[in-house]
């Protein structure tokens, strides 16, 4: 057990790294627990001062680490690296559409998983260790379906993967999707707004609309162009990031991303030249980088896809103007998202009492269910009447 005082200083790596993460990196021998005691008990300074476990660090800061913490043995070893092949090294270059100390950026192809499960062993995350075999490990910051091509961010060090995320999970990214999708939307420019929770008896492999229980989930869309009434090449940006929430919600309006048999079924397929594959892919990304400057990326479209377009007459130049940004949240939208995440925590903490088979159920909770409109202004719920224009935004 280490008897005296450490010091250490936080390096530029480390930069936006939340206390306990650091100690999770640096010292992982010291237990969560501990850690919180320390802070609580101020026996962790940084810069002379008490810290909090969610306390973001920054670079040059001077942490006093107390004594005691450690475990027989001491940390376990770091996991070796895999050795790459140098076709999973050419795969992983191939795909880089820019890269600087901060971030990489890959343009993933459809049929690659950007991480790996059960039966996969291939997947972006076990390319990453090509792009440093010597220095800190880059690590994911978001996702991307395993059928979903495009923009893909990879941060380069831990302060980057922290300061990227803040970005994603505070909304401040601008994503940009480009799909084909069967049929054309009544509304050209709407806004989706439904529910999305896990759909029983699928093991979370699947999502479904769910306006009791579900999670509020909006996606704002355009229609670029059409070809007839056939197909739409429609323009995708998540407002919020629920698993599949693009795939979701576009079967639910009736018109299911062109290749998604999973939500769209049979349906979801056009006969003739028109591939088989999945017509969703994350065409830009617009993310403030750690220097302080945007980062704004577009990635090519995959070959599948290029030819779908071509053989609609679709011109992919008539995709280039971003549109506005959404406004800014009003007050009662964020109470309504607030209100959603002490429900959905509530939920979680009756399943967390029911496994540990502390005392009686729980009393079912009251209050309203959280209610999901389909697209607005001026359309439909799936299988339901057409609506008017609203009376102001929510």
Excluded at 207 to 229: C, F, S
């Amino acid at each position: 057990m280490t008897e005296t005082v450490r010091q250490f200083t936080v390096a530029p790596d480390d930069d936006g790294v939340r206390l306990d993460r650091w100690f999770k990196r640096h010292l992982p021998q010291v237990g969560f627990a501990t850690v919180s005691r320390w802070a609580r008990t101020g026996q962790i300074r940084v810069n002379g001062k008490r810290a909090e476990v969610d306390t973001r660090l920054e670079a040059g800061q001077i942490l006093r680490v107390p004594p005691g913490g450690d475990i027989k043995g001491g940390a376990k070893p770091a996991r070796p690296r895999r050795e790459l092949s140098e076709e999973e090294i050419a795969l992983a270059e191939v795909m880089v559409l820019t890269q600087d100390r901060a971030a990489i950026v890959l343009n993933k192809p459809p049929g690659l998983a950007t991480q790996g499960g059960s039966g996969t062993k291939q997947h972006v995350d076990g390319l990453l260790d090509a792009f440093a075999p010597d220095g800190p490990r880059p690590r994911l910051v978001h996702r991307l379906d395993k059928d979903t091509s495009g923009v893909l961010l990879i941060a380069r060090t831990p302060g980057s993967a922290a300061f990227f995320s803040k970005r994603f999970s505070g909304r401040s990214a601008r994503k940009v999707y480009w799909a084909l999708v069967v049929g054309v939307p009544d509304i050209a420019d709407g806004m989706i707004e439904l529910p999305l929770a896990k759909q029983p008896g699928t093991g979370g492999e699947k999502m479904h609309v769910d306006e009791k229980g579900g999670q509020i989930a909006r996606t704002r869309y355009r229609v670029l162009d059409r070809a007839g009434n056939r197909a739409a090449w429609v323009e995708l940006h998540p407002l919020t990031g629920r698993t599949h929430q693009l795939r979701v919600h576009m079967a639910a309006i009736g018109h299911p991303i062109v290749g998604d048999g999973k939500y769209g079924g049979q349906d979801a397929f056009l006969s003739g030249t028109i591939s088989r594959k999945m017509h969703l892919h994350a065409r830009r990304l617009i993310i403030e980088h750690p220097d302080g400057t945007p980062l704004d990326v577009t990635a090519p479209l995959p070959e599948h896809f290029a030819n779908s377009m071509a053989s609609l007459g679709f011109d992919e130049a008539q995709g280039a103007e971003l549109p506005a940004p959404p406004p800014e949240p009003t007050k009662e939208d964020k109470k309504r998202v607030a209100k959603a995440h002490a429900k959905q925590y509530r939920k979680e903490r009756r399943g967390e009492r029911r496994k540990r088979g502390d005392g009686p159920p729980p009393r079912p909770g009251s209050g309203k269910p959280t209610s999901g409109k389909a697209v607005r202004p001026g359309t439909r719920k799936p299988g339901g009447a057409r609506t008017g224009a609203p009376k102001g935004r929510r």
